[in-house]
């Protein structure tokens, strides 16, 4: 399992935009290749999110462009690795998004699970397809691209 402070450790987004608490599985395959990875990740939806006050006032929703986001995280998670650059760190951003669809409304008190598969890799570029759920039924999915470039420092 990964905890929050070692997601914060790989991905650059800070409150209150990060969108996974914790990652509970990773498949890694045993080539060089990440063909397959899998990757299952949580996100505890609360009443406390700010993006409730407007998205709406009377009957809050996750927004669609969040889940999406959610995703991406667990995508950078997912692709993340240090043997790129000579041994440096790396950081993953989205490309593109294809095929996003979405299912049924994700409200506070649902716990979304998220589960991203690499499906195609040629090291700085990666394909995930993305599918996240709220009691085993699928709520959203999508087909991310994603780029790899160098970490990096803060400033």
């Known amino acids: 399992m990964i905890r929050i402070d070692e997601i914060l450790k790989i991905l ?4 209150p935009f ?3 608490d914790r990652i ?4 890694v395959p045993k080539t060089d290749s990440w063909v397959g990875k899998k990757c299952h990740a949580y996100k505890n939806v609360t009443m406390n999110e700010n993006f409730f006050l407007g998205h709406f006032p ?13 995703m991406a995280q ?3 998670v ?9 041994g440096e760190a790396q950081e993953v951003f989205i490309a593109g998004i294809d095929n996003a669809r979405f299912r049924r409304p994700v ?6 699970r998220i589960v991203v598969e690499c499906t195609r890799d040629r090291k700085s570029i990666i394909a995930f397809h993305c599918e996240a759920f709220v009691d085993n039924e699928r709520v959203a999915e999508a087909d991310i691209l994603a780029k790899a470039f160098p970490k990096r420092e803060a400033k």
């Not at 509970?24 to 498949?27: G, L, R, S, V």
């Not at 409200?107 to 979304?112: A, H, S």
Request: proline share 10%.
């Open 18 to 20: 990060v969108l996974i």
């Open 107 to 112: 409200i506070p008190g649902d716990q979304l």
């Open 24 to 27: 509970t599985e990773m498949d």
């Open 58 to 70: 009377n009957k809050p929703v996750m927004p669609g462009v969040l889940i999406i986001e959610a």
């Open 12 to 15: 650059p987004h800070r409150y």
């Open 74 to 76: 667990v995508c950078a």
């Open 78 to 86: 997912n692709g993340y690795r240090t043997e790129l650059n000579d």
